[in-house]
């Protein structure tokens, strides 16, 4: 799923399956299953991925830190040449 790559560290805050695992019927999907077997029979773990989670949300998406980032990527944006439109040419 969109940016949960970049948000949920594997094995460090969370953990990663395959985008298929969204959309499976019954049963589920052997990777989302086998993850969450992983999760639930390690109760020490679940803890410290939660803990870690949460330091990574307050100290990476501060509202100082998004907003610079937004700016840089508009900043990028204004930099780039515009495309002229075949038509146009």
Do not use: F, I, K, N
């Not at 949920?8 to 077997?37: E, F, K």
């Amino acid at each position: 799923m969109g940016g949960q790559l970049d948000t949920v560290l594997d094995g460090v805050t969370g953990a990663h399956v395959p985008a298929t695992a969204a959309h499976t019927g019954p049963g589920g999907d052997p990777y989302l299953v086998r993850a969450l077997r992983e999760l639930l029979a390690d109760p020490v773990r679940l803890p410290r991925l939660g803990a870690a989670g949460r330091r990574r949300a307050l100290g990476t998406y501060t509202w100082d830190r998004v907003a610079a980032r937004v700016h840089e990527v508009y900043e990028s944006a204004l930099h780039q040449p515009t495309p002229v439109p075949e038509a146009a040419r």
